[in-house]
């Protein structure tokens, strides 16, 4: 071993803390030892902390191992704790492990304190590197979540930008094409008939046209959901989602919902949108329900149909990147899904997100 190794020694006769400390020179083990007898200053021991590991007796006066082993659990759990008695049944030593104890040594077998000591200083680094490794991946997954929450709000903005732009400059660029070609229609003579109806056909593809910008436009970011707000666009998807599929389907927006953060109200309609879509791809539904509602300060949004009902592999699937999405849209503001399927009634797709919960991406 390198250095010295810290142990605090619980431990009221000076000839056993004698035998242990000779017990470990035996062994090379280099070490300093902190000796205490009375409760207080082994409380005070456990506080000041810089101890590898715990040695203690297991009966004192006005004091006992056990107690000593709760007040470690408590304030320094990761601390290995072996007791070094004279007299333990089998009883009591299974209680004492129960309880948290790494280990027993009999001072009558004082010759297993050394491998004990090591063994447990082993098992101790070993649980301290797998809680670092698990607290290095939950932070990796954390890190990813906060990066993927920042891609998906800076898309969010890029695809505003972009909607902006289309209907903005393109839109406005089709409307005064279509006026100077109503111009020169004006100025063609009868006998231009060809001309005439060549000007119409043009008229009637630059309609066309600004009928697909206006389109593609409301598809990259719906302009409803920035200056109307939540309700009004998941109505506005609505009407479109039975325009353009003819299924039936219904919104119920509570009238107490006023939400304020961009992030969810972008988040909740993202998860319509998907759900609505997968409904045309898979569910084979004719009708659809999409409640809104304000239940404990959190949103609560139901999407259910009537179809065939998505079935437990597909909704833990990690192919399928939609449902994935709308998980990671609703964790990341602190809320969660539930996606339910029964074969043949159909599927629901349940949305918790809480209104105070407070994300910066």
Known sequence: MTGFLRILHLEDDPLDAELVKSALDDEGIACKICLVSARNDFIAAVDNGGFDIILSDFSLPNFDGLSALAI????????????????MGEELAIETL????????????????????????????????????????????????????HLQSAREEERGYIAREIHDELGQTLSRLKLDLSWLKKRLTNEQQQLIEKTEKM??????????????????????????????AIEWQVKEFVEQTGIECSAAIANDISVEDKSISTAVFRIVQ???TNVIR????????????????????????????????????????????????????????????????????????????????
């Open 72 to 87: 470690v659990k408590e304030r320094s759990p990761d601390i290995p704790f072996i007791f070094v008695t004279g007299i």
């Open 98 to 149: 129960k309880n948290g104890a790494t280990d027993y040594v009999l001072k009558t077998s004082i010759a297993r304190l050394a491998p004990s000591l090591q063994r447990a200083l082993r098992e101790a680094t070993e649980r301290s590197e797998r809680r670092k490794a698990v607290e290095d991946l939950r932070n990796s997954h954390e890190q990813l979540r906060y990066l993927a929450a």
């Open 203 to 232: 008229s009637g593809l630059i309609d066309t046209t600004i009928t697909a910008v206006q389109r593609i436009s409301s598809e990259l970011r719906p302009g409803v959901l920035d200056y109307l707000g939540l309700t009004d």
């Open 274 to 276: 998907e759900a609505l």
């Open 282 to 361: 898979h569910s084979k539904a004719t009708c659809v329900n999409v409640d809104l509602a304000n239940k404990d300060n959190a949103l609560v949004l139901e999407v259910r149909d009537n179809g065939t009902g998505i079935d437990a592999e597909k909704i833990s699937s990690r192919s399928s990147f939609g449902l994935m999405g709308m998980r990671e849209r609703a964790r990341f503001l602190g809320g969660e899904i539930n996606i339910l399927g029964i074969p043949g009634k159909g599927t629901t797709v349940r949305v918790s997100i809480p209104l105070g919960f407070m994300v910066d991406v």
